[in-house]
């Protein structure tokens, strides 16, 4: 990846396009680990699990420094507009964050996003001056009413959380990325590091990953792996692929054969 190639999200250069979840873990010490070796330079944030009260208990901060790495407050386990909204409010209060995800739930078995609150809790927190990422669905029109409500980057599933599916309609979110000039990162359903490569290759500026690394059998061999393949995926997409064919091709020019 060139110097030029950042990942910018509200004004801010990233170099690595791969975001960390910090939930799953076996403990802190893993999830840091498995931050550190995957190069993320993002990682999101469950507010509404954070511990700020039992001081015998952990804390994320200290194991991951918020000055080195930038934490991305989320609304996981938020079912409405009013819980999201006050979800992020407390995160800006308790730590002055911004830049923020939205994720409102709208059904307890699928974890599919609830657009018609998703859409209004993101217009709500752009008019409160929030930089909102936000969890959606693959769904192109609603991608384009997000961005036209004020979000700052747009994150479709590819297959409902921690289910490991991978990119289900590859389709749908090259549909995003044709109509969108906003940061397109793919977030939830991802199991391997070939999905992610798949992610890139299709040319998503980001994938968002938590289950596939936290819950593999070595999540820190994943957490190498999921950065090799967001790195390859990128450079495929910019290297710009052959045409497809349904003839052959010779490798080798036909003219001067022996």
Request: a positive charge.
């Amino acid at each position: 990846m060139t110097k030029l190639d950042n990942l910018l999200i509200a004004k801010k250069k990233f170099k690595s396009r791969l975001i960390v979840g910090t939930g799953k873990y076996k403990n802190m010490s893993e999830c840091a680990k498995a931050v550190k070796l995957s190069g993320a330079e993002i990682v999101t944030v469950a507010v509404r699990r954070v511990n700020i009260t039992d001081k015998k208990k952990p804390l994320l901060m200290d194991y991951i420094d918020p000055k080195k790495i930038t934490y991305l407050p989320n609304t996981a386990g938020c079912f409405t507009s009013e819980e999201a909204l006050r979800t992020l409010r407390l995160a800006r209060e308790i730590g002055g964050w911004k830049l923020v995800k939205l994720e409102v739930l709208g059904d307890k078995k699928t974890l599919f996003p609830d657009m018609l609150e998703t859409l209004k809790s993101t217009e709500v927190l752009s008019k409160e001056g929030f930089k909102v990422m936000v969890y959606c669905n693959d769904d192109p029109l609603f991608a384009k009413r997000l961005e036209n409500v004020g979000a700052c980057a747009i994150m479709p599933l590819a297959a409902p959380i921690g289910s490991g599916l991978g990119i289900q309609n590859k389709t749908n979110i090259k549909i995003i990325r044709s109509q969108t000039n906003l940061p397109l990162i793919i977030d939830a359903g991802l199991g391997q590091a070939s999905d992610a490569t798949v992610a890139m290759e299709l040319g998503c500026d980001g994938v968002l990953v938590n289950t596939a690394i936290a819950k593999a059998k070595d999540p820190l061999k994943m957490a190498i792996a999921m950065k090799h393949a967001v790195l390859s995926g990128r450079q495929s997409y910019l290297s710009g692929r052959i045409a497809k064919s349904i003839y052959g091709s010779a490798s080798s020019p036909i003219k001067g054969k022996i």
